[in-house]
């Protein structure tokens, strides 16, 4: 099979592969990533929701950091 793809165009090849443009893939990839960033805020407050939280004092911390 003879394929002719141009520069910006993306394409389907058999065997369950897609080529696309550097740029197309590096825009779909930080989409990526912000999804996985939302999904972590969101689960987070849904700890916060459910009291599964540990809630420290900045001295605390300071402490905790200095030994």
Partial sequence: MTMTVKKDDTAIIPGDMVLLPKEKYNRLMEAWEKLQFLHKIDHSLEQSKNGQVVVKTMEE??????G
Avoid: D, Q, T
Avoid at 61 to 66: D, V
């Fill in 61 to 66: 911390l300071e402490e905790m950091a200095n």
